[in-house]
Nanobody, 129 residues
Framework: QLQLVESGGGLVQPGGSLRLSCAAS????????IGWFRQVPGKEREGVSC????????NYADSVKGRFTISRDNAKNTVYLQMNSLKPEDTAVYYC??????????????????????WGQGSQVTVSS
């Protein structure tokens, strides 16, 4: 059974760090492009980062470039989002998702959530002093 499970969220002070994990089961995660999205109540889901299949290209939203890093550990079938220098505006529920299509790249539509067909349950990240 295909499943994505996020973990690693929590409460952190501004300037702090968190690492989110997205563990996959039921499929080989490195065969797919995997994205991280976030959502705040009342706002549309926002693309944060994406990593193409087979650890290829990566993409980042301008708001997180230089602070967040996406990576994957194929042996653990897990994708990570390392978040440094966190700001209060990073507060959101973070989701990982699998882009539709085997051996896909993130491409120019990497932040279009409608191109991602399988989603985790989300992990709350709160940045506050």
């Amino acid at each position: 059974q295909l499943q994505l499970v996020e973990s690693g969220g929590g409460l952190v002070q501004p300037g702090g760090s968190l690492r989110l994990s997205c563990a996959a089961s039921g499929f080989r995660l490195d065969y797919y492009a995997i994205g991280w999205f976030r959502q705040v109540p009342g706002k549309e889901r926002e693309g944060v980062s994406c990593i193409s299949s087979f650890g290829g290209s990566t993409n980042y939203a301008d708001s997180v470039k230089g602070r967040f890093t996406i990576s994957r550990d194929n042996a653990k079938n897990t994708v990570y989002l390392q978040m440094n220098s966190l700001k209060p505006e990073d507060t959101a529920v973070y989701y990982c998702a699998r882009k539709t299509g085997v051996m896909a790249v993130c491409g120019s539509r990497w932040s279009s959530w409608s191109d991602f067909g399988s989603w985790g349950q989300g992990s709350q990240v709160t940045v506050s002093s």
